[in-house]
């Protein structure tokens, strides 16, 4: 079991930088894999970007390489969202979500643990 705190979200410009973050508890976070998924107004969860257990590999969605990074620290079970060059299409309320598995993966249903949200708005 893992529980999973957003925080980080907030209204910015267009073109500004916002860092989330998510705590997880339990003392077994290094062997869960990581992702950030989105969801707009009236419009599907989508999958933003993935990273492996240890932190070496990452998986990022089209519409976010470059601007976006995903990283963890697994010495203080946390995972972070770096976003930059932030667009008003960015708005949405952003999940964290872990799963207990080997591969980086798309699909919100093959998480099995979810965070509560933190909204983001960016404004033009």
């Excluded at 492996?52 to 990283?71: A, E, P």
């Excluded at 964290?96 to 033009?124: I, K, M």
Aim: some cysteine; proline content about 2%.
């Amino acid at each position: 079991q893992v529980q999973l705190v957003e925080s980080g979200g907030e209204l910015v410009q267009a073109g500004g930088s916002l860092r989330l973050s998510c705590a997880a508890s339990g003392r077994t976070f290094s062997s869960y894999i990581m992702a950030w998924f989105r969801q707009a107004p009236g419009k599907e969860r989508e999958f933003v970007a993935a990273i492996s257990r240890s932190g070496t590999h990452t998986l990022h969605t089209d519409s976010v390489k470059g601007r976006f990074t995903i990283s963890r620290d697994n010495a203080n079970n946390t995972v972070y969202l770096q976003m930059d060059s932030l667009k008003p299409e960015d708005t949405a309320v952003y999940f964290c979500a872990a799963r207990g598995d080997f591969s980086l993966g798309r699909v919100a249903a093959d998480y099995n643990y979810w965070g509560q949200g933190t909204q983001v708005t960016v404004a033009s």
